[in-house]
């Protein structure tokens, strides 16, 4: 008994500080690459972020690239890889989990803006994409 | 009575062995060799959450170790992705590929693996391998360019259960 209640307050605490680790937010992330890029948050702008969610780059053999090529030309809608496994849809209004864990945003914009831009996002252009997609219904 | 003791030992020992293979929880059983799965007894937490972001995280049994150091060695280019890790997960996914893959003499699929593979051979690509294409000579060429299955590399879209480890012949379903 003793022993079963020990277990789950470990249990708990586990989570408690697994969540600690993910405390990040759609607004706590635009509030840090707003500082990283020296705006105030009031700068980050929605509208570039959805032009850069759509807009198409030249990628290799002649084809185009964009973040809508593969999260599919709404941001609530699952998507699909390039080997046809489901992407959860990337808006928060339709994936609570989007942006909650800096570690994995960075990770993806690290990867995505090399393959679809052919270079790393300023700070600027990863705040205005998340302003964008935060207010997305 | 010599035989009737003998007789009793060899149904136990069937009894024992019923016994375990039933005891092991059908969702959750790994183990190649053990119920024709190909994934390694313990799984790699790091190897099914970041080998599976994109496409199924393949059995480490798939590759020799030659070909996993190359994998990943490259995944800023990871056949035309940029798939980098930090350098801690990318180690520990390597460290977990090698310990498991095909020459590692750790599973049944792999040992079939490096039967048909020639010596010093390292190919990127699950599918050069002959284990693969021997395996798979019976599906038209048509059918891997269908829709519904996108590529090669999708091994879920006949083998349902490809995710768990299961490509057993009776599994497989090519969707239209």
Redesign the interface.
Known sequence: MIKRALYSGLAMLGMASTAALAADSPASLMTRYAQEAGVPVSALSAPRGAALYRTEHAG?NGQTVSCAGCHTASPTQPGQ?????RIEPLAPAANPQRFTDAAKVE?WF???C??VLQRECSAQEKGDFIAWLSQVK | MNYLMRGIGVLATVGVVGLLAFSLPSGTAHGDGGGGNVLPRSLNKNWQQECASCHIAYAPAFLPKASWRRVMGGLDQHFGENASLDPATQADILRYLEANAADAGTSPTGRRVMQRMAANDAPLRITETRWFVRKHDEVPRATWSRKSVGAAANCAACHGQAAQGVFDEDTVRIPK
């Open positions: 290799r890889t390039r080997v046809g496994k990770k690290r990867r995505n090399q393959d």
